[in-house]
Structure formats: structure tokens, C-alpha cells
């Protein structure tokens, strides 16, 4: 069965870095666009970032665009999200997600909590 395993939060100061990971199995990782969600304490969950099934073409929410970079390790069946320039705002679970035929796979997520 498909599987996703988001890692990497923690807590970081303001101005800060993170590298979260999304470990696949269960599928053909190779052959399915990814992305990144997030959801803030008391908000709705929101999209981050997507990257393609062979990585080239990437895509990113205009909150996060230019601090964030979506990428994939096809090999490892791994998808990353490196956070630079971390702010409050940043604060949320983050989920990896994939579509598979018709339904739509979450991990657990993982805390990031931005503050000093």
C-alpha cells in the first residue's frame, strides 16, 4: 500500500533553515508528481509546493516562492522541501501528498515551529 513518511521538522529561529524529507513506498515513485501541503495552527491546510515525476518542472505557493525549493531523489524514492529564510508564518505541519489512480495519500506530518 502506498505510504508516506514526512522527517526533518524541529524548531528554528527566526531567519532559520529546515530540510524536510518525504520517504515513498508502495508505489512507483518515479511515475507520480509530489507535493508539499502545510496547515497552520487553526487554518485550513494549504499547498506549498509541487515538483513533476522526473523533477525538471517545480512549482511553489507565492508565500514560500523564492525561500522554499521542492526537490526529488527518484532513486530513493525521496522527496525533499529545503525552507531558507524561515519567518512565524511558516509555522505548520507539513504533509507530503501524491494522487494514485483516484485517491489521494497523506502522510502523518511533521511540526515545523518557527520562533524565537
Known amino acids: 500500500q502506498v505510504q508516506l513518511v514526512e522527517s526533518g521538522g524541529g524548531l528554528v529561529q527566526p531567519g532559520g533553515s529546515l530540510r524536510l524529507s518525504c520517504a515513498a513506498s508502495?508505489?512507483?515513485?518515479?511515475?507520480?508528481?509530489m507535493k508539499w501541503y502545510r496547515q497552520p495552527p487553526g487554518k485550513e491546510r494549504e499547498w506549498v509546493a509541487a515538483?513533476?515525476?522526473?523533477?525538471?518542472?517545480?512549482n511553489y505557493a507565492d508565500s514560500v516562492r523564492g525561500r522554499f525549493t521542492i526537490s526529488r531523489d527518484n532513486a530513493k524514492s525521496t522527496m525533499y522541501l529545503q525552507m531558507n529564510s524561515l519567518e512565524s508564518e511558516d509555522t505548520a505541519v507539513y504533509y507530503c501528498n501524491v494522487w494514485v489512480g483516484i485517491g489521494a495519500y497523506w502522510g502523518q506530518g511533521t511540526q515545523v515551529t518557527v520562533s524565537s
Open positions: 515538483v513533476s515525476s522526473d523533477g525538471v518542472w517545480r
Open positions: 508502495g508505489f512507483t515513485f518515479s511515475s507520480y508528481a
